[in-house]
T-cell receptor, first 114, second 109 residues
Framework: NAGVTQTPKFQVLKTGQSMTLQCAQD?????MYWYRQDPGMGLRLIYY???????DKGEVPNGYNVSRLNKREFSLRLESAAPSQTSVYFC?????????????FGQGTRLTVV | QKEVEQNSGPLSVPEGAIASLNCTYS??????FFWYRQYSGKSPELIMF????GDKEDGRFTAQLNKASQYVSLLIRDSQPSDSATYLC?????????FGPGTSLSVIP
């Protein structure tokens, strides 16, 4: 049972490069999320998708775009990477958006922008 | 004011003691509250959730919720070195889940 799968696990980018982080879940969850985690900052919500076909901004959306490709997949794109985007990125999913159900997390992507 | 606040710690307790972790939130409409544990370099994992005012116990863990005070806490009884981790408080806000900054707990043998 894979749960939430993120790719890649590690990535180094040069400033200005673009990349897409992929996330897929096999639990038939409606809601999916992208968070970033920096030391001492907890998990900050970048974007989320409460259901297939919808996406909404979270706390820190600037510099990112997302696509809910289908119910299983939710990708995060950095169009022009900046050193401030160096972070650990987590994808998560839950059965219903914010309705009290557990969020399941992927293993994280450690991104370094130089 | 941040939506979810926690003492950042680090919190150090001796083995066998009670660890008390606190969390406050700003959205009075929040209905669901979660505690996640995160070991260094790993993903967060859910350890408790609570919806109603009062206490909820699960083994050595007790979650406490006071909606009037907008306060959630987690008590860990008989703390073990394996409990050393960062504990993240999370609150649902409408259709999304917002996390606090986390409290680092260290249990000293």
């Amino acid at each position: 049972n894979a749960g939430v799968t993120q790719t890649p696990k590690f990535q180094v980018l040069k400033t200005g490069q673009s990349m897409t982080l992929q996330c897929a879940q096999d639990m038939n969850h409606n809601s999916m999320y992208w968070y970033r985690q920096d030391p001492g900052m907890g998990l900050r919500l970048i974007y989320y998708s409460a259901s297939e076909g919808t996406t909404d901004k979270g706390e820190v959306p600037n510099g990112y775009n997302v696509s809910r490709l289908n119910k299983r997949e939710f990708s995060l794109r950095l169009e022009s990477a900046a050193p401030s985007q160096t972070s650990v990125y987590f994808c998560a999913s839950s059965e219903m958006g914010g309705a009290g159900t557990e969020a399941f997390f992927g293993q994280g992507t450690r991104l370094t922008v130089v | 004011q941040k939506e979810v606040e926690q003492n950042s710690g680090p919190l150090s307790v001796p083995e066998g003691a009670i660890a008390s972790l606190n969390c406050t939130y700003s959205d009075r409409g929040s209905q669901s509250f979660f505690w996640y544990r995160q070991y260094s370099g790993k993903s967060p994992e859910l350890i408790m959730f609570i919806y109603s005012n009062g206490d909820k116990e699960d083994g050595r863990f007790t979650a406490q919720l006071n909606k009037a005070s907008q306060y959630v806490s987690l008590l860990i009884r008989d703390s073990q070195p394996s409990d050393s981790a960062t504990y993240l408080c999370a609150v649902n806000s409408y259709d999304k889940v917002i996390f606090g900054p986390g409290t680092s707990l260290s249990v000293i043998p």
